[in-house]
């Protein structure tokens, strides 16, 4: 560490690089010339981080977003400093370095953040609540998308040997295909059609649970319920996933942050349609996507939003229709942020304004 007479002298305009790995993070701090004044080890725990950074007066702290992000910014910003969490997006040049090392990347987060912040793209972290209970989302989801690649795999089996199991719906799967699944591989594919049933149970407890969160911590979200095709699913991670609904000035703003929006790669006079950023939560984006396949499928009831889609994908090719489906997607996630904002009666269709009467 340094020694006292170095900390004072340095205490003004202290910035910290730090390179987060899961046994050991590398620290770089910079003084307010940006001159290296110390480049040190230390392991990642709560205990050895607080006793480095305790010993440091307020200073600003860079860190790149990642799997120990979330605790750590907690625990620097409640020691006092100031907390940058990169992303990882805007720092690229550590990713693709031809000198990639933990020491350089942490000298590295330093400058970036002690020149300007704002090239970081600074990501703010959820609070501790928030992320338990996103958390609950992830956990659903993975269970989700694991039950699907099983029932995937079990209909491609049968198929490779001639056979076709009945059609059906994923949650109903393992009621109605175990007596068609062929003989020759009932040994192979029954006891996975007996852990799909175990996934479909566990799934619905998880669902169980979503439904008795909102109630009890987000009443807010029976606001965002109000437009068919969003339920309690799409309502929780749409209120974690933002977390602030203050974050925004307008709520347009919502579409670029979950990467509902086109990529720019503009050159001159050419400016080619390139597909979204996907930038933000993936699990909310795929959520809001799927609430626009119901809006726009046979089922989903009159609306504004619903006849702008169709307007939008017309009666063009494949790619157009799925233009329209994330386009309705953005403006739904645009019509949620302003129904928890303003605490409006969600309106399918506007009231039309009565023609002026003229004076005869």
Known sequence: MTNGSTKARTAAGLTVGIDVSDIFSHLCILDAEGNVIEESRVRTTTTALERQFRTLPGCRTVLEVGT?????????????????VANPRQVRLIAESDRKRDRADAELLA???????????????????AQQDLALLRARDTLVRTRTNLVNHVRGAVKALGG???????????KKVAAHVPEALRGALLPLITTVADLAARIQEYDRRVEQITEERYPEGRRLRQVPGVGPLT???????????????????????????????QSGEREPQLSITKAGDPLLRRLLVQSAHYILGPFGPDSELRRW?????????????????????RKLAVLLHRLWVTGEVYQPIAAEQPAPVRAG
């Open 68 to 84: 120990h992000s979330p605790w750590l910014s907690r625990l620097l910003a409640d020691l006092g400093h100031e907390v940058i």
């Open 111 to 129: 400058r970036l953040g002690r020149l300007d912040p704002d090239l970081l793209r600074p990501i703010r972290h959820r609070g501790p609540q």
């Open 164 to 174: 076709r199991l009945p059609a059906c719906s994923t949650a109903s799967f393992h």
């Open 235 to 265: 309502s929780l991670a749409f209120l974690l996933v933002i977390e602030d609904s203050t974050r925004f000035r307008k709520s347009r703003g919502v579409g670029p942050y979950l990467g509902l929006v086109p990529r720019q790669s």
């Open 309 to 329: 889609g169709l307007r939008l994908a017309g009666a063009g090719s494949g790619r157009s229709k799925k233009r329209a489906v994330v386009a309705v997607a």
